[in-house]
């Protein structure tokens, strides 16, 4: 559980300075929800790709990541929220792939506990 720490915080200080550098309203109520959504939808699909043991995880993963993008640009441009700029492309999939992490990291450590234990 310390590594799922680790890469969460460490993450968070490499989005802070991210947030600084593009200068986000990291505080909007739009911009909060918009940032979940990315994180959470890495950190969810990673842990049902793991569970249902899908070949080509990388495949389906990329694919996914693509079709979330598509989505949430196309859902900003339908509301006239912003326009499609590559930085806010990098933005959220970093969000996307940070979660991911978080997400694979969390999900093999009780899987490293268990398999430690079985070896004692």
Same mark, same amino acid.
Request: proline letters at 1%; hydrophobic letters at 50%; charged letters at 15%.
């Given at each position: 559980?310390?590594?799922?720490? /680790?890469?969460?915080?460490?993450?968070?200080?490499?989005? !802070?300075?991210?947030?600084?550098?593009?200068?986000?309203?990291?505080?909007?109520?739009? @911009?909060?929800?918009?940032?979940?959504?990315? /994180?959470?939808?890495?950190? @969810? !699909?990673?842990?049902?790709?793991? #569970?249902?043991?899908?070949?080509?995880?990388?495949?389906?993963?990329?694919? *996914?990541?693509?079709?979330?993008?598509?989505?949430?640009?196309?859902?900003?441009? *339908? #509301?006239?929220?912003?326009?499609?700029?590559?930085?806010?492309?990098?933005?959220?999939?970093?969000?996307?792939?940070?979660?991911? *992490?978080?997400? !694979?990291?969390?999900?093999?450590?009780?899987?490293? #506990?268990?398999? *430690?234990?079985?070896?004692?």
């Amino acid at each position: 559980m310390r590594l799922f720490w /680790f890469a969460f915080f460490s993450g968070g200080i490499f989005f !802070y300075f991210l947030d600084q550098a593009f200068k986000v309203d990291l505080f909007s109520a739009e @911009i909060i929800l918009n940032n979940m959504y990315h /994180f959470f939808a890495g950190f @969810i !699909y990673l842990a049902w790709s793991l #569970r249902l043991n899908l070949k080509n995880k990388l495949k389906y993963f990329i694919l *996914l990541a693509a079709v979330i993008l598509f989505i949430d640009e196309m859902n900003d441009y *339908l #509301r006239h929220y912003q326009t499609f700029t590559f930085v806010e492309l990098f933005y959220n999939t970093y969000l996307l792939l940070w979660g991911a *992490l978080c997400g !694979y990291v969390y999900l093999i450590s009780p899987k490293r #506990r268990e398999k *430690l234990e079985n070896q004692s």
